[in-house]
Antibody, heavy 121, light 107 residues
């Protein structure tokens, strides 16, 4: 059974850097074709794809946010980290991590519960 | 980037109705189209992947079709638990964009 759980601060100040951790179980990020992605959802709005790291450490980012995002994996801890710099109130959202397969061609078939991050001074 | 456009944005229907939601890609994405259901306060769940393959455990009243740029999600007979928001997502090329969502409400 695949499970994922997001953790990190619930409140950050504008201009600060956000670091979120996705801790997962039930799969290995060393397995060919597997990936872990981050998706966010501002309150009452649509889903937005942010970033994805593949089993071979290939990393992909949303072009509109690429300069602010870094995704890394710690295979030994079964964790994927997402760092977003220069946070702004418009970045207030629920942040989800999710399992992906088929080298990204498959769906996000398992999701974490999400973590709400509020950006406010 | 590939833009995904869903229609309608919202839809009112009754239990037992047949409902169709449309998703259009700004360029061809072959069959790399997935559908998700999101209920209030919950994470999305995949219903259909690869345009027409039903995710394990998803009721057979859900079906997907299409290829290229035009796709549909059909619910053959709405059940009370189907009232939710539905999103399409392309997994053809990064960034793996989502549609803006279709909110299905009870009439």
């Amino acid at each position: 059974q695949i499970t994922l759980k997001e953790s990190g601060p619930t409140l950050v100040k504008p201009t600060q850097t956000l670091t979120l951790t996705c801790t997962f179980s039930g799969f290995s990020l060393s397995t060919s074709g597997v990936g872990v992605g981050w998706i966010r959802q501002p309150p009452g709005k649509a889903l937005e794809w942010l970033a994805l790291v593949y089993w071979d450490d290939d990393k992909r980012y949303s072009p509109s946010l690429k300069s602010r995002l870094t995704i890394t994996q710690d295979t030994s801890k079964n964790q994927v980290l997402l760092t977003m710099t220069n946070m702004d109130p418009v970045d207030t959202a629920i942040y989800y991590c999710a399992h992906n397969y088929d080298s990204g061609g498959g769906p996000f078939d398992s999701w974490g519960q999400g973590t709400l991050v509020t950006v406010s001074s | 980037d590939i833009q995904m456009t869903q229609s309608p944005s919202s839809l009112s229907a009754s239990v037992g109705d047949r409902v169709t939601i449309t998703c259009r890609a700004s360029q061809s994405i072959s069959s790399n189209l997935n559908w998700y259901q999101q209920k209030a306060g919950k994470a999305p769940e995949v219903l259909v992947y690869g345009s027409s393959s039903l995710q394990s455990g998803v009721p057979s009243r859900f079906s997907g079709s299409g290829s290229g740029t035009d796709f549909t999600l059909t619910i053959s007979s709405l059940q009370p638990e189907d009232f939710a928001t539905y999103y399409c997502q392309q997994s053809y090329r990064t960034p793996y964009s989502f549609g803006q969502g279709t909110k299905l409400e009870i009439k």
